[in-house]
Structures are given as structure tokens and as C-alpha cells.
């Protein structure tokens, strides 16, 4: 069983950058695809970016491409995403999640999810 808890959100002005992180617990971490997911109020989760097991291949939605960077340590067992250059539009709630598989985790049915963290950006 893989346990994933989120830290690191808070409130922030636009331009400005924040650091999400995400701690696992479970030796499968390393294992694992992970990736980070939001949610807006009235709207559906979306994804945001995924990371392979090892780190060596990273995918982006096209809304955070070029702003946003995920990132892993698996000697750690945590996933990070730093996000820069934040906009009043990336404001949500946003899920850490991992799954064996990294097609699951590119297409959001993860087997694993955090509790979330809420990012607000004012404007």
C-alpha cells in the first residue's frame, strides 16, 4: 500500500512560484510513474505533469508546459512540482497520485491518490 501526502500549497501572487511536494511512504515508491492532478471549483481533476519510475521521462499538460517542472527523489521517496510564473487560472486544489502503470497515471486513473493541497493565485 502506497500512502501519498501533498504539502507545500498556500497563496501566492501571479508571477510568482511555489514548490509542491509529495511524500510516499510504501518501498513500491520507487517503482512507480507519478504524476500531479488539479481541480478547480465547478470543474473536473485534470492533469498537470507525470514523471516515470525513474525520472528520466516527464510529460506536461500543454497549459503548464515551459512553467511548471515535476521532479522525484526516489531515495527520498517524494515527488516535487515547481511551479513558476503562476497564473489566477492555476488556482486549485492539486493531487498528488502514482500508479504502477505510467499510461494510468497520463490518463488520471491512478491507484494511489494524496488528499490534495490548495494553490490559490491572486491576481
Known amino acids: 500500500q502506497v500512502q501519498l501526502v501533498e504539502s507545500g500549497g498556500g497563496l501566492v501572487q501571479a508571477g510568482g512560484s511555489l514548490r509542491l511536494s509529495c511524500a510516499a511512504s510504501?518501498?513500491?515508491?520507487?517503482?512507480?510513474?507519478m504524476g500531479w492532478f488539479r481541480q478547480a471549483p465547478g470543474k473536473e481533476r485534470d492533469f498537470v505533469a507525470a514523471?516515470?519510475?525513474?525520472?528520466?521521462?516527464?510529460y506536461y499538460a500543454d497549459s503548464v508546459k515551459g512553467r511548471f517542472i515535476i521532479s522525484r527523489d526516489n531515495a527520498k521517496n517524494t515527488v516535487s512540482l515547481l511551479m513558476n510564473s503562476l497564473k489566477p487560472e492555476d488556482t486549485a486544489v492539486y493531487y498528488c497520485a502514482g500508479d504502477e502503470f505510467l499510461s494510468r497515471v497520463r490518463a488520471g486513473g491512478c491507484t494511489h491518490w494524496g488528499r490534495g493541497t490548495q494553490v490559490t493565485v491572486s491576481s
Open positions: 510504501g518501498r513500491i515508491f520507487s517503482s512507480y510513474a
Open positions: 514523471v516515470s519510475w525513474s525520472g528520466g521521462n516527464t
